[in-house]
């Protein structure tokens, strides 16, 4: 079954805390990308990938840094996360950009206080 | 920078027709995406068009104009299940930079 799995799902977590959120897909996909969805502001992306060690920044990536080692695995590393970084977040993964189908993963509820 | 703009909220009746417009101002134009988003769920791909024209999937048909920078869904036989926010989305540049709307939520009634 075609999957983009993320972990944790649910986390509260403190100021300044370094946490990482990953991202695994089974598709052999070459896009990855994550994404912040927060209320009236829709999804805005974070950073993307479009194959192993290239990666960009999207609209917001800010506070935020991304790896691409494997193809499978695209992790959101906050390296010190603040208040404003509480949202849900959205791994999405595509064999080709625009055309393929997008697949997202489940998403994961980020709570920092 | 990108910004695109759709309709906040929609309502329509089972098994009616209804349309969501999307407009758009962007350089670097790539193509128009849709995606459906239940609540508490994970948006879901719904369409794309990189041509001028509709595409049609179903029940659900896109279509766009890249001279007027204008898309639509159009979605025929409203059913409750398709209650959901809307999501348009423009991929530009190399096609890798997703910019989408901010939704618009579609409420099917009796």
């Known amino acids: 079954e075609a999957q983009v799995t993320q972990n944790p799902r649910y986390l509260i977590t403190v100021t300044g805390k370094k946490l990482t959120v990953t991202c695994s897909q089974n598709m052999n996909h070459e896009y990855m990308s ?4 927060d209320p009236g502001l829709g999804l805005r992306q974070i950073y993307y990938s479009m194959n192993v060690e290239v990666t960009d920044k999207g609209d917001v990536p800010e506070g935020y840094k991304v ?5 499978r695995n695209f992790p959101l590393i906050l390296e010190s996360p603040s208040p404003n ?17 997008i697949y997202f993963g489940e998403g994961s509820w980020l709570t920092v206080v | 920078g990108q910004s695109l703009e759709q309709p906040s909220e929609v309502t329509a009746v089972e098994g009616a027709i209804v349309q969501i417009n999307c407009t758009y101002q962007t350089s670097g ?6 995606y459906q988003q239940h609540d508490g769920g994970a948006p879901t791909f719904l369409s794309y068009n990189g041509l001028d024209g509709l595409e049609e ?3 659900f048909s896109s279509f766009l ?11 025929q036989e409203l059913q409750m299940k398709d209650s ?3 999501f348009c989305a ?11 709307g901010t939704g618009t939520r579609l409420q099917v009634t009796l």
């Open chain 1, 85 to 101: 970084q509480t949202s849900l977040y959205f791994c999405a993964s595509s064999a080709l950009t625009g055309a393929n189908t």
């Open chain 2, 29 to 34: 134009f790539y193509g128009l995406s849709w």
């Open chain 2, 65 to 75: 104009s890249r001279s007027d920078s204008y898309g639509y869904l159009l979605l």
């Open chain 1, 67 to 71: 790896s691409r080692k494997e193809k």
């Open chain 1, 34 to 37: 994550w994404y912040r969805q």
């Open chain 2, 84 to 86: 959901a926010s809307y």
């Open chain 2, 90 to 100: 423009v991929s530009t540049g190399t096609a890798s930079k997703l910019t989408f």
């Open chain 2, 57 to 59: 999937t179903g029940r």
